[in-house]
């Protein structure tokens, strides 16, 4: 016997895969825009100058794919025009269209100071970035959170969280990237010491959020936390993944603590930067795809299933596609152009 849901019929996800990769991508264009900026003012030949290189390269590769993946999201291009024709200022969304161009602006012109070697310009630029890249930081949390109709959204650690994740995916995708730089211009150990250390601070601050989410919802009966509760007692497939993600998040903690040995290990620092970006990642798929599973009316679940076309595998292996490419090209350019030391004072 077929049971149809009267009072919730059945909608398509508004939030389609391409806002994954947006999130994802904006994520880790602000965490390498921090360490960039960090890097500038570090002095030379310390560790933080050594990791300036891969970190600004993260920057170049996720600051022009981020925005590709926004407006494919918007379905029309176009739509991005509506946005300063209608200017709305109660709208996070609205915001955020007058933040992400200047971000952008920013971060292509400190690449452009960094690889010519203008030192100074790039230390002039770097508060500037950091600024902009915490305004990117808070626009992408708050455009989510302030959805009240989606308890597991609506909720001030969301934005923590997405922050916490998105700059644990930059120094997994730094982990990535820098195999892919000249050898001149490659951080070394004691460099890739210090951004494990950083990313060993980020999932540790992420499992102490984690833990407040959990302890100050039991406190004061917070939606989301009983949100979460009703998931993981009535549906095995949230369950699973509830489960599945407290494995992933031990695992990235163990594998964080064992890289202090392993780093010099062949192929070890790739697995680990794919492992936390995967994590990050799938933080996002979850956040996104799997809660506009929950009506937001009524009993039951919607599971996703993702299409084959655009608006779904094909779009997602296209921004791959697109930031392996930006990684062969900057490397190619690096290699023809050589960057310009920039001046120690």
């Given amino acids: 016997m077929q049971i149809i849901e009267l009072l919730t019929p059945h909608y398509e996800a508004a939030w389609l895969p391409w806002a994954v990769q947006y999130f994802f991508l904006a994520g880790v264009a602000t965490g390498a825009a921090l360490l960039a900026a960090l890097c500038a003012w570090g ?27 926004l407006l494919a999201d918007l379905h029309q291009p176009a739509r991005f025009w509506h946005f300063y024709a209608h200017f709305t200022p109660w709208s996070w969304m609205s915001v955020g269209a007058l933040l992400l161009p200047v971000f952008v602006t920013l971060g292509v012109a400190f690449i452009a100071s960094w690889w010519l070697g203008r030192g100074g310009w790039m230390r002039a630029i770097a508060p500037l970035l950091v600024l902009s890249a915490l305004s990117i930081t808070a626009y992408t949390g708050a455009e989510v959170m302030v959805v009240r109709a989606r308890p597991l959204w609506n909720t001030l650690w969301l934005p923590v969280n997405l922050a916490l994740t998105g700059w644990l995916a930059t120094v997994g995708v730094m982990f990535v990237i820098e195999r892919f730089l000249p050898r001149s211009l490659r951080p070394d150990a004691a460099a890739l010491q210090l951004l494990r250390a950083m990313g060993l601070g980020l999932a540790v601050a992420l499992l102490l959020a984690t833990l407040s989410w959990f302890t100050l919802g039991l406190i004061v009966r917070a939606p989301s936390l009983m949100a979460a509760a009703r998931l993981w007692s009535e549906f095995p497939v949230w369950r699973l993944g509830m489960v599945a993600s ?9 594998a964080l603590l064992r890289g202090r040995h392993r780093l010099d290990a062949p ?64 490397s190619w350019a690096l290699e023809l152009f050589p960057a310009r030391n920039a001046p120690a004072a």
């Fill in 267 to 330: 192929g070890y620092t790739l697995v680990l930067g794919l492992g936390l970006a995967a994590s990050a990642w799938a933080f996002r798929w979850a956040l996104f795809m799997g809660v506009q599973g929950v009506p937001k009316f009524g009993a039951g679940l919607y599971l996703y299933h993702m299409p084959l076309g655009g608006d779904g595998l094909l779009g997602m292996l296209g921004v791959a596609g697109l930031c392996v490419a930006l990684v062969a090209l900057a």
């Fill in 246 to 254: 407290a494995i992933g998040g031990v695992a990235v903690l163990a």
């Fill in 43 to 69: 002095p030379a030949g310390g560790l933080l100058r050594r990791l300036l290189p891969v970190a600004v390269l993260t920057l170049a590769v996720s600051v022009i794919a981020a925005p590709v993946s």
